[in-house]
């Protein structure tokens, strides 16, 4: 694309920077900004500045959050001895909105993957273990998505706990294999959570 501006050319340009945003969209978004007021050009650039400097993650599970503890960890009516364990805070999200689960949550930031150069070190593992460790947790339910790279930190993480008397869960398989937690429905997914079974029967299943 040749543009008469170069203004309008740095702007196509960083739209298409984002996920999912080809130049004819980025183009059309251009386009939008500059019939609209100067006001929302201001309100959007500053929103997502903001965003990108200010955000926190919560200091105990690594949930987004607008303070040092997410309002997850610090509300007193939460189990907080049966973390969830994600990848990250679109799985809370997708959780929260069954309706289903009053524990808390850790995010481990990613999932294991050898071949994408992620290792065990690079996730936040070591944080789990240690809330296992010290704070008297009796669950922890893998809520990871069912691929490759969910089974492999699966088996990672539970190996990690078997010395300690927690019991490790793992969702049911109601999320289909290679799916994402993101995009499986509300029912579904909170079926899975409360049919989630003890991990040693997860490979093998439960009748054998
Ligand atoms: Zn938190």
């Not at 009796?138 to 069912?146: F, K, R, S, Y």
């Given at each position: ?78 189990d907080?001895?049966q973390?969830c ?17 009053k524990g808390v ?104």
């Amino acid at each position: 694309m040749e543009f008469s501006s170069k203004l309008i050319e740095e702007g196509v340009q960083a739209f298409a920077s984002l996920p999912g945003i080809g130049k004819k969209t980025a183009l059309r978004l251009v386009i939008h900004l500059l019939h609209e007021d100067e006001d929302l050009a201001k309100s959007i650039s500053e929103a997502i500045y903001k965003l990108r400097t200010e955000i926190k993650y919560c200091k105990k599970c690594g949930n987004v959050s607008d303070k040092d503890i997410c309002d997850v960890c610090s509300h007193p009516a939460r189990d907080h001895q049966q973390i969830c364990v994600v990848e990250n805070f679109r799985d809370i999200l997708s959780l929260e909105n069954t309706g289903q689960y009053k524990g808390v949550y850790h995010t481990l930031g990613g999932l294991i993957s050898p071949l994408d150069g992620v290792h065990p070190e690079q996730l936040n593992i070591e944080s789990l273990i240690s809330r296992v460790q010290n704070d008297n947790v009796q669950e922890v339910i893998m809520a990871l998505n069912p691929t490759i790279e969910g089974d492999m930190t699966l088996f990672y993480i539970s190996k990690r706990l078997s010395k300690f008397p927690v019991k490790v869960t793992a969702l049911a398989r109601g999320v289909a294999f290679g799916g994402e937690l993101e995009f499986v429905d509300e029912i579904t997914l909170a079926r899975s959570l409360q049919s989630r079974q003890p991990y040693e029967n997860y490979i093998t299943g439960p009748h054998q």
